[in-house]
């Protein structure tokens, strides 16, 4: 193989070096996963109130019952009394009348109490079946963005140690000369192999003098860019 187009493949493998160097140092993940975590940690908190406020309010809920259906006996125990037991005690009817009264004011209140409560149960039960829905999505998000990013960084490592064994491989196959030319104008402008398309050197924009493309057309050796000093290569 012609030593430009060893030269070639290794500007390549150079770049491609230098692609995966910029995804193993870029640590943008890291906020992005934090930001995650700290979304779920603030909607578990906001969860794990929402649930524990839901256990009050129908343990509320079974007292208030409880008390409804004690008052209610108390209601029917009196109503017996009043009906049966009281004969012509008019203190006693009055009393047990007042009683009954009082006692189903209480079941009023009672119930509207339950009624309110129920509504609450309903409305804070949506809430905490939502932020259940949104915790899971979030963890399911968080575990395939962080795998996804394992992924790549581990195959970017990969590829990078077949790059390194690829490089020297090549580099084994060239003169020593020119390796150094290389890698000084490579230590300079980053790449140091440039196509030559239309008489323009892509590694600067400018057009070259017709004696360099004839040096280039006489494929006898390596050429530079009269401009940028790059090494030049044409495709065929
Ligand atoms: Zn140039």
């Not at 995966?20 to 640590?27: A, F, Q, T």
């Not at 409880?66 to 005690?89: A, S």
């Not at 590829?159 to 060239?174: A, F, G, V």
């Amino acid at each position: 193989m012609d030593d430009i187009k060893l030269l070639l493949f290794l500007q390549e493998k150079y770049n491609k070096v230098e692609e995966n160097n910029k995804i193993l140092k870029d640590n943008s993940y890291i906020k992005i996963l934090s930001k995650m975590k700290e979304d779920f940690n603030k909607l578990k908190k906001e969860y794990i109130n929402g649930k524990s406020e839901l256990e009050n309010i129908r343990k509320k809920y079974k007292v208030l019952n409880e008390e409804i259906e004690e008052l209610r006996k108390g209601v029917d125990e009196d109503e017996y009394i009043l009906y049966n037991k009281c004969g012509n005690d008019l203190k006693m009817i009055n009393t047990l009348q007042e009683e009954i009264e009082s006692k189903n004011k209480k079941i009023n209140e009672k119930e509207k109490e339950v009624m309110s409560m129920l509504e609450k149960e309903e409305k804070l039960s949506k809430e905490v079946s939502t932020a259940e829905n949104i915790l899971k999505k979030i963890k399911h998000e968080f575990n395939s963005y962080k795998g996804s990013v394992e992924n790549k960084l581990h195959a970017a490592k990969e590829e990078l140690k077949t790059y390194e064994k690829e490089m020297s491989s090549i580099r084994s196959k060239l003169p020593s000369d020119i390796l150094e030319d290389f890698d000084y104008i490579k230590s300079q402008k980053k790449v140091a192999v440039a196509l030559l398309q239309n008489g323009v050197c892509a590694g600067c924009k400018i057009k070259v003098s017709s004696l360099t493309i004839d040096e280039l057309n006489k494929k006898s050796g390596i050429v530079h860019c009269d401009n940028c000093g790059r090494i030049l290569w044409k495709e065929d």
